[in-house]
Antibody, heavy 126, light 106 residues
């Protein structure tokens, strides 16, 4: 049973870069049927999609965050990572990593987030 | 940008049917997924591709999607179904979530 484990600093200073990693257990990041994604949830608010990556390095980003976000994949370490630059208090959130699956890989519209990590709480504060 | 609209809250009596709606422009032309989130926990997928139920999700959960509205239906609602529910769809290669509906079972 695939498990995802996010890790990274819980506190980041304003204007610095937030860096998180999601490690896979009992599954391969090189699966052709899956994307790997990041979603965040500010305290007391809803879910916001950040972006996805395929094992080949193909990425899709939320247009509202695209200029500050980088998602990368490390197939040798079986993990993927998130970087958000120039953070502000508005970036304070629980960050989730997730697997995206689909039996039809022809289009993103078929994909759904079927496995979620436990979430990593990140606070932006000086 | 694309938006999905959900009612902030719904309430249902135990054993009754709960319906949670998600509205968006021509949402019926897209695929809707639904996620359940209980306090302090990660979201759980309960419906995908409008009507499909992942293994392990009870049969009382079902979904539909037509026109501008997707609906999550919970028949015979139980206390354990009290949670926040989020719809999600893709638009122009961007995943969009609805604002979430807090379902209260009382």
């Amino acid at each position: 049973q695939l498990q995802l484990q996010g890790s990274g600093p819980g506190l980041v200073k304003p204007s610095e870069t937030l860096s998180l990693t999601c490690s896979l257990s009992d599954g391969s990041i090189s699966s052709s049927a899956h994307f790997w994604g990041w979603i965040r949830q500010p305290p007391g608010k809803g879910l916001e999609w950040i972006g996805n990556i395929y094992y080949s390095g193909l990425t899709y980003y939320n247009p509202s965050l695209k200029t500050r976000v980088t998602i990368s994949v490390d197939t040798t370490e079986n993990q993927f990572s998130l970087r958000v630059s120039s953070v502000t208090a508005a970036d304070t959130a629980v960050y989730y990593c997730a697997r995206l699956s689909s039996q039809n890989t022809a289009d993103l519209k078929y994909y759904y987030m079927d496995v979620w990590g436990k979430g990593t709480s990140v606070t932006v504060s000086s | 940008s694309y938006h999905l609209i959900q009612p902030p809250s719904e309430s249902v009596s135990p054993g009754q049917t709960a319906s949670i709606t998600c509205s968006g422009d021509r949402l019926g032309d897209k695929y809707a997924s639904w996620y359940q989130q209980k306090p302090g926990q990660s979201p759980v997928l309960v419906i995908y591709q409008d009507t499909k139920r992942p293994s392990g999700i009870p049969e009382r959960f079902s979904g539909s999607n037509s026109g501008n509205t997707a609906t999550l239906t919970i028949r015979g609602t139980q206390d354990v179904d009290e949670a926040d529910y989020f719809c999600q769809a893709w638009d122009s290669k961007t995943a969009v979530f609805g604002g979430g509906t807090k379902l209260t079972v009382l």
